[in-house]
Nanobody, 120 residues
Framework: QVQLVESGGGLVQAGGSLRLSCAAS????????MAWYRQAPGKQRELVAH???????NYADSVKGRFTISRDNAKNTVYLQMNGLKPEDTAVYYC??????????????WGQGTQVTVSS
């Protein structure tokens, strides 16, 4: 079992920056692939950024060059640095932990979400 707690959301003007944090507890953090998703009102949840247990990253096209995902296994924390924020980045941001065991059993956990609002 993994518990995830996000923080760092808030209200920011367009062009500004925020850094989201997701603190994990309850299991071996380093084995999990971690990701940030977001969900805007009336829209489906979408993947924003992903980092594997080995540190490889990928991003949604809409955030490439503006957002950076990173992890600190010693602190059991994953981060999302968001620069050049746009009003369309407004959403609830969720942290996700994912691990597929050797027998293909999948372990998937979500945080409670943190609101990011970007004003124009």
């Amino acid at each position: 079992q993994v518990q995830l707690v996000e923080s760092g959301g808030g209200l920011v003007q367009a062009g500004g920056s925020l850094r989201l944090s997701c603190a994990a507890s309850g299991s071996i953090f380093s084995i999990y692939d971690m990701a940030w998703y977001r969900q805007a009102p009336g829209k489906q949840r979408e993947l924003v950024a992903h980092i594997t247990s080995g540190g490889s990253t990928n991003y949604a096209d809409s955030v490439k060059g503006r957002f950076t995902i990173s992890r600190d296994n010693a602190k059991n924390t994953v981060y999302l640095q968001m620069n050049g924020l746009k009003p369309e980045d407004t959403a609830v941001y969720y942290c996700n932990a994912h691990w597929e065991r050797y027998d293909n059993r999948v372990y998937d956990y979500w945080g409670q979400g943190t609101q990011v609002t970007v004003s124009s």
